[in-house]
């Protein structure tokens, strides 16, 4: 029996035992394996099935096939699958070519159908025809259900269809089960017997293989192109992988043959991902397209390699085959295609080597061309591409836009700052270029509380990865150096318009360059400012901020430092340095008022927060008791002794750090009176009513949300009758004043407004402005041309312009500039009043002499050319140059009056006939300037370090914090970079950013900005008592110390007392102190340099020369008498003086498109100061209103002065005067 096996095995050496074969074997009859060896071939064929509890266990392997003749059936799977291929083949060209034929005889018969069918048409009528048209509505019939089927085949393939896309995601997943069955019976001989109803894994792949019959049935009936379709890899894959299945089951055997086949699946693996939604972006299916090629390709080559080396070249009788694994023929195809080739696995048979040849060229062609092109997207594989995942219990936010070194660090200093209380929340930048070295240091920095992920808000899916739709508010930054402002606001309109789309419920900040732009804003439906969209106008607040520092010099430093938080900064010498950053130290906080302080008025509430508790609060948020009101809250700042507080009402307070605010809340008279230590005030265990509002919630700040939003009046309090309701209002002089046939303000009743005025009416040659003798007025310095960016000189404009103001009291603008540059601007300034031209440059000091700049109350430098150079170093050049010119020039002493700005005002309310309340004693007398070190001038920079330029005197370190510089705390400089801190300070509070601009803006409300998104220009309005009670809110002054009702405090008194006297007497709320810079020394010092101090303690010691930063009421008498704050009762007193008019001399020549009226007005103006006598000399506005008479500056003069100015006086008949004071508005 051994001879027997041994000759059937070809000759071989001896039996192998296969231990892998554990039930495929086969059972012989005992009796026939004891008989001959002639006839034991014949009679074990015969009993091949035959079980036998005695049988014989032969092992299956290569020399021992199935049956004892070993014969080999590896032909009868190949045969299979070629008849299968060829045969199909055969019978598509057969049937195209019949077809073919076909339709040629059809072709050449047809003219004679036609023929026939139109010879045989008037029979189809009576019916003759009827059994041919029965056979062509059944052809018709066949054809439809034909096509039917087609396309019912076409949507259960197409992956375009739920049934589709499961079809195709099961036939590739089934796949891969073929392919990984192939990969276990890789270790099998190539092969072997196998019972198919005992081997498991031949009917797990003959049911695979089932289904892929099903499906190339289905594939087939849909194709439109059989050829073709028979032609493709998947169809050769399954011609050679599904028939010898079959085959196994017929015969009992199993082999691997050309199941690796299966492999070249792997190419649709890209194809599956995008069907499914996981592959999205161009690279991702790029990189798993090359993948899947690469790999199926590798596997399928190592698939033949293992075939052809186990089994052995079929013409040298399979007797040079070698035992390799699979995976072995896998390395061997990695290290051939390398080119590195170590030679331990080789091929050895004439197939395999002459593939290798072949595969070598391809194979080499295709690693050269695919590794490195994987490699590479690998690697520009988005480092922050991930997913955020929320923290339970924490908030985030996304910051996008313009994401540099330079925004993160400034918004991520003040946003994490210790002052702030307990900040909780998550800051996810969200940009569409990665970060570079430095940036991605300081992302590490703060690795705790921030992420950054790359991508672009425009991108929904984008959107997705930050999780927009939880996030608790989205910031937008703005580049602010960028050469074109409009194009940077359209940039971050489009991304609001996309974050809002998206998820139209989240709140967004956004920094906005150009303030005729937040206009785009308002047509983005779900943009509300009610539930907390905010809009940061860096044009708007950079240019309110210097318009209020025109008003009270060092008021833009003060509020600056008041919303960005800073670290307190201990200095022990005596120095200027050290009061300035005690005031820096200080921030603007918000807190519910406690229920203490219900019904007592502001200026007592006010008292007793800065007295015992050590807090300033300088305004509240006022709801008014008409629900209906179109704005039920309004922010109030210092209101005065009319208003009664309510419960639950909101206040403003300026404060080191949020803790101590919280004592405003915590107060409580009956615990906390007789305590001295504000430390002492904490909760207590009084019972505290708090009402709430009954109105739905709204997205509020996270700071109103600790309270809760607001809290309405408590049951039986009546809201409190006061004057700052318009409905409410008394209003007497209010209506004697009111003329309806004049428009003397804009529709809003915020600002003084006049009707359009020409460019060319208000443009002064050199000769008329020298002539002209301007005093108290402010110079306004620009800087550009016809190409350069517009800045937006209607926010410079609109604060000083405001209808808290009376006319009298308007500071005459004039612009120093290009008048190609300005024409531009005028559509925006044509409507307010007291506005010149001057055409020239800055830099001409005949320009600057022309428009007596020396008597200016302040000289304003601004550039629009300061965004279109490279250099940052040179951006302020041409303000930095004009600074330092006009500080080096020299004026003569006789020719000069008091600068007003240094004259302080009367306060409200003030006996102006008492000498002892004279306003003379109010005013700070100093000598006339004679140097432009003197002239107070406010510059703006782009870049924060070259402010060490401004003062050649200083000694500041290039490497110092703009707020630690001496021209910032002087209020000579100002750099839009310290709005940046406006970003965070209104997430956490909304109502700060309101505040600011209703401080720093005059009165801009958002219905005023609907209204100028309409007009682009403000629309005047007739008075009526809601317009004027507009008018009557507070601004903001500077108080003298060196005479006046409080001379007495100015020399060694406390500041508490101060605060205490101006708040009782004249409802004046006192926020900090303009000290000169060497007050504290003990020397004289000729410097006229000043400092600002925030917010002093109570028992912080003054000196005369201080100037006291005050928000004073609106005085209504002023307006009536037209008594202005100035030498009125001093000049009554001292009559025997001379004195004389400086601001202009009317003319009396005729002048074009003049009222007829004017002369008679004249007459009776004349008239009238004839009766006022010589004691004061007067000249009359042409305000829309009766023209009263104007108090004038006046003051004790040379001869030589007065002399020069009736010279003045004697030539202005041929001098034109400024035309605002003859043109009426």
């Given amino acids: 029996m051994a001879n027997g096996g041994g000759g059937g095995g070809g000759g071989g050496s001896g039996l192998r035992m296969s231990s892998n074969i554990h039930a495929n074997h086969l059972s012989l009859d005992a009796s026939s394996s004891s008989s001959s060896s002639s006839s034991s071939s014949s009679s074990s064929s015969s009993s091949v099935h035959e079980p036998k509890m005695n049988a014989l266990i032969i092992p299956v392997t290569m020399e021992v096939p199935c049956d004892s003749r070993g014969q080999r059936m590896w032909w009868a799977f190949l045969a299979s699958s070629m008849v299968t291929f060829f045969g199909g083949l055969f019978i598509i060209l057969l049937w195209r070519t019949l077809k073919y034929l076909w339709t040629v005889c059809c072709h050449c018969g047809g003219k004679a159908k036609e023929a026939q069918k139109i010879n045989n048409g008037s029979s189809q009528a009576d019916g003759t025809l009827k059994p041919a048209d029965e056979k062509e509505e059944v052809v018709a019939a066949e054809v439809g259900w034909m096509t039917s089927v087609k396309d019912w085949a076409g949507v259960m393939i197409s992956a375009q269809t739920l049934t589709g896309r499961v079809l195709v995601v099961l036939v590739f997943a089934l796949s891969i089960g073929a392919l990984v069955i192939y990969f276990i019976d890789s270790s099998n001989p190539i092969e072997s017997c196998q019972n198919f109803y005992k081997d498991f894994t031949l009917q797990i792949d003959m049911a695979f293989n089932v289904f892929f019959l099903l499906y190339f049935g289905l594939r087939f009936i849909a194709a439109n192109d059989k050829l073709w379709f028979w032609l493709e890899v998947n169809s050769v894959v399954d011609f050679f992988t599904v028939p010898p299945v079959f085959v196994s089951v017929y015969l009992n055997r199993s082999w691997l043959g050309l199941r690796f086949l299966r492999a070249l699946r792997l190419i649709q693996f890209s194809e599956i991902l995008q069907f499914l939604n996981i592959l999205k972006t161009s690279n991702s299916i790029k990189l798993v397209n090359l993948l899947s090629i690469f790999i199926s390709t590798w596997l399928t080559a190592a698939g033949f390699i293992h075939l052809v080396e186990n089994s052995g070249d079929p013409w040298e009788n399979f007797q040079n085959h070698q035992a390799l694994t699979y995976w072995e023929c896998v390395y061997l195809l990695m290290v051939t295609m390398s080119t590195v080739g170590y030679g331990d696995v080789y091929a050895k048979t004439t197939l395999g080597r002459l593939f290798m040849v072949f595969f070598i060229l391809g194979g080499l062609a295709m690693f050269a061309s695919y590794v490195p092109e994987i490699i590479e997207l690998i690697g520009n594989r988005k480092k922050y591409g991930g997913s955020y995942s929320a923290v339970s219990g924490r908030k985030h936010i996304v910051v996008c836009g313009h994401i540099t070194l330079e925004s993160v660090s400034n918004f991520l200093k003040d946003f994490l700052h210790k002052d702030r209380d307990d900040v909780n929340v998550e800051i996810v930048f969200l940009h569409n270029i990665s970060p570079n070295l430095e940036l991605e240091a300081l992302f590490k920095r703060h690795f705790t509380q921030v992420e950054f992920y790359q991508g672009s808000v425009l991108n929904p899916h984008d959107l997705a990865r930050v999780k927009i739709e939880s996030a608790d508010a989205c910031l937008i930054l703005a580049n602010k150096y960028c050469a074109d402002p409009d194009a940077e606001d359209a940039s971050n309109i489009m991304r609001v318009i996309s974050i809002k789309n998206y998820h139209p419920k989240i709140r967004i900040i956004t920094q906005m360059l150009q303030y005729h732009n937040k206009a785009h804003l308002l047509n983005i439906p779900s943009w509300n400012w009610k539930e907390g969209d905010d809009a940061i106008c860096l044009a708007e607040l950079k240019l309110g901020f210097i318009a209020q520092s025109c008003l009270a010099q060092g008021l833009s430093t003060m509020l600056a430092n008041l919303f960005s938080m800073r670290s307190f900064i201990k200095i022990e010498e005596d120095t200027w340095q050290k009061y300035y950053l005690e005031g820096v130290s200080n921030e603007m906080y918000t807190e519910y008022l406690s229920s203490a302080f219900v019904g007592l008025s502001f200026p007592t509430v006010c008292e007793l927060c800065f007295v015992k508790l050590k807090l300033l609060m300088i305004a509240i948020e006022y709801k008014s008791a008409n629900r209906e009101s179109r704005s039920r809250k309004r922010i109030l700042i210092n209101p005065g002794n009319h208003l009664k507080i309510q419960e639950g009402t909101l206040g403003f307070f300026i404060a080191s750090d949020a803790k101590e605010v919280k004592r405003a809340f915590f107060y409580c008279k009956a615990c906390h009176d007789d305590i ?550």
């Fill in 676 to 1225: 001295t230590d504000p430390k002492r005030i904490k909760k207590c265990g009084c019972k505290r009513l708090i009402y709430f509002e009954d109105e739905q919630p709204s997205t509020l700040s996270p700071k109103k949300k600790q309270r809760n939003g607001g809290m309405r009046n408590s049951p039986g309090s009546s809201p409190k009758l006061m004057r700052h309701d318009p409905l409410l209002i008394p209003g007497n002089d209010q209506i004697d004043n009111m003329d309806s046939n004049v428009k003397k303000y804009d529709s809003t009743g915020m600002f003084h407004w006049c009707a359009p005025k020409e460019i060319e009416k208000v443009i002064l040659t050199r000769s008329e402005a020298a002539m002209t003798v301007l005093s108290g007025h402010v110079v306004v310095c620009i800087f550009g041309d016809v190409s350069s960016a517009l800045i937006g000189l209607r926010n410079l404009v609109m604060p000083l312009r405001a209808s808290n103001f009376h006319y009298h009291e308007l500071k005459h603008i004039v612009f120093v500039g290009s008048i190609e540059y300005l024409k531009r601007e005028w559509e925006t300034l044509h409507n307010f009043p007291k506005v010149s031209i001057l055409p020239g440059t800055p830099l001409s000091r005949a320009d600057l002499r022309a428009v007596n700049i020396n008597l200016c109350d302040m000289c304003v430098i601004l550039s629009a050319n300061q965004n279109n150079i490279d250099d940052t170093s040179l951006q302020d050049k041409e303000c930095i140059l004009a600074s330092l010119n006009i500080k080096s020039m020299q004026f003569d002493d006789s020719i000069g009056v008091l600068q007003a700005n240094s004259q302080g005002f009367t306060p409200p309310g003030m006996d102006r006939t008492s000498p002892d309340n004279s306003p003379v004693h109010g005013m700070l007398r100093q000598p006339s300037i004679t140097t432009g070190v003197n002239i107070p001038i406010i510059t703006e920079l782009v870049n924060d370090t070259n402010v060490q330029f401004l003062d050649q005197d200083d000694d500041d370190d290039p490497d110092t914090e703009l707020y630690l510089t001496q021209p910032f705390a002087c209020g000579t400089a100002f750099a839009v970079s310290v709005l940046d801190s406006l970003m965070s300070a209104t997430y956490f509070n909304d109502n700060i950013l309101t505040l600011i601009r209703t401080l720093v803006t005059g009165g801009a409300t958002p219905e005023l900005e609907a209204l100028i998104a309409e007009e682009n220009a403000l629309r005047g309005g007739y008075s009526t008592p809601q317009t004027l009670a507009n008018r009557d809110r507070c601004r903001v002054a500077q108080l003298a110390l060196l005479d006046g009702p409080f001379a007495d405090l100015g020399d060694g008194g406390c500041y508490g007392d101060l605060f205490c006297k101006a708040l009782k007497t004249y409802n004046m709320l006192c926020f900090g102190i303009y000290r000169l810079r060497d007050a504290h020394l003990s020397t004289p010092s000729q410097c006229t340099k000043r400092y600002v101090i925030t917010n002093p303690p109570y028992e912080f010691e003054l000196v005369p020369t201080d100037l006291i930063f005050c928000l004073m009421q609106f005085d209504h008498n002023a307006g009536q008498s037209r008594a202005s704050l100035s030498h009125s009762s001093h000049s009554s007193q001292s009559s025997s003086k001379k004195s004389s008019s400086v601001h202009s001399i009317p003319s009396t020549a005729n002048r074009p498109n003049r009222p007829k009226s004017r002369e008679s007005r004249d007459k009776q103006n004349a008239t009238r100061m004839n009766r006022m006598g010589q004691a004061e000399k007067k000249w009359f506005t042409d305000e829309p209103d009766n023209a009263y008479p104007r108090n004038i500056q006046i003051k004790p003069m040379s001869t030589h002065m007065a002399n020069q100015i009736n010279q003045y006086k004697s030539t202005s008949s041929l001098i034109p005067p400024i035309r605002e004071v003859e043109d009426e508005c």
